[in-house]
């Protein structure tokens, strides 16, 4: 009974983040030094011509399944995805130049203030134009966002109150009101709760609306169930790898575990699982984020994932006794974080919803 993690994307780009997954990320030391900056990774989808380093999306997903592996806890999709998705929607090519040259310097380090709700939290806020129409005001709760370490700028999701017409707003992070809250979940992400009350930004501060912000909002959206899901595939193939391991090593009434045929079984069933999650991921690899259709794979990926993950998390844990609940244990956070990537950007009840309204 043996098995080894196959990487999604394999390549330079994998070899050299499996190496520094492989070396441990302090939650210190991604709290003092901006890592991927160091690294580069901010740049990955940021075209030559802007200063980036011209990559594709392969490259961000062999970033994801590397660190995914070793559950490190990077802000990647905020920072070096949905970031560079929604400042490519900036019409002006001056403008979108400027800021996307300089998240590939890393002069300026840009993220988006997003929720893990299914509309990355775009209703959550309103805008309107102030009297003298230089300033827009902000209204609305933004609950379990995402502030990261290090943000210079945030990109902020929002309607316009009576058209309800999509907007996105890039402010500097010192503008961002005080979380009233602070959350820590149970596979380490840090979340906040911000609370925009009469808050006046300059309207420059509006980068995209309507039409072009619809569109961007829209593939980043998919960006991000997209990216949870490789997550959940390189989870769940590490975990599967870590238990063989751990039943092979460890032994009762002085046999290997791995020759209980229980045991056995149990893990066979991780495994059908692991593959049949990975196929359906490559097929929704294969095509653009707002290709046709592409809404609804990645809704079909996400429900059969959800009940993946959630299984193979319980039946690690159980397969690893006490040490399964051991933090200190790398299956179980894993584990934990399989669990948590099932409510992010939607859980298995509201993608069943959302195709069934499609069915009808």
């Known amino acids: ?61 062999a970033i994801i399944d590397a660190l995914g592996q070793h559950a ?21 090519p001056d403008q979108r130049r400027q800021w996307l040259s300089a998240i590939a310097a890393g002069t300026c380090v840009i993220s988006t203030l997003n929720t893990t709700k299914p509309d990355l939290g775009g209703a959550a806020l309103s805008a309107v134009l102030n009297k003298n129409g230089d300033a827009y005001v902000l209204n609305g709760s933004l609950l379990g966002a995402s502030q990261v370490a290090h943000a210079t700028h945030y990109l902020l999701l929002a309607q316009q109150e009576k058209t309800n017409m999509p907007m996105i707003f890039l402010i500097n992070a010192d503008e961002i009101p005080t979380p009233i809250k602070h959350y820590h979940s149970i596979d380490g992400f840090n979340t906040v709760d911000i609370v925009f009350t009469n808050h006046t930004t300059a309207k420059a501060h509006c980068l995209v609306q309507g039409s072009s912000a619809a ?65 359906m991921l490559q097929e929704c690899l294969r095509h653009d984020l707002t290709s046709v259709g592409q809404t609804r794979r990645l809704r079909l990926l996400k429900l059969c994932l959800g009940e993946a993950a959630r299984f193979s998390a319980q039946a690690a844990i159980q397969l ?41």
């Open 1 to 61: 009974m043996t098995f080894t993690t196959q990487a999604l994307v394999e390549g330079p780009v994998f070899d050299a983040a499996l190496r520094f997954a492989a070396d441990g990320v302090s939650q210190r030391e991604a709290n003092t030094t901006d890592l991927i900056t160091k690294m580069g990774w901010a740049a990955t989808l940021i075209a030559e011509q802007d200063g980036g380093s011209g990559g594709s999306l392969e490259d961000l997903v």
């Open 72 to 92: 490190i806890q990077l802000p990647l999709l905020e920072r070096c995805a949905l970031a560079p998705l929604l400042l490519a929607a900036v019409e002006q």
């Open 215 to 279: 569109a961007a909002i829209e593939a980043a959206k998919n960006m991000a169930v997209l990216a949870t899901s490789i997550d959940i595939v390189a989870a769940l193939g590490s975990l599967l790898e870590r238990t063989i391991q751990y039943l092979k090593t460890r032994t009762q009434f002085d046999v290997a575990l791995a020759s209980f045929q229980a045991l056995r079984h149990r893990t066979v069933e991780m495994y059908v699982r692991y593959e049949s999650a990975r196929g």
């Open 320 to 360: 690893h006794g006490g040490m399964g609940m051991s933090e200190e244990t790398l299956a179980a956070r894993l584990a934990q974080r399989l669990i948590t990537n099932e409510y992010r950007y939607g859980d298995r009840l509201f993608h069943t919803k959302a195709l069934s309204l499609e069915t009808n």
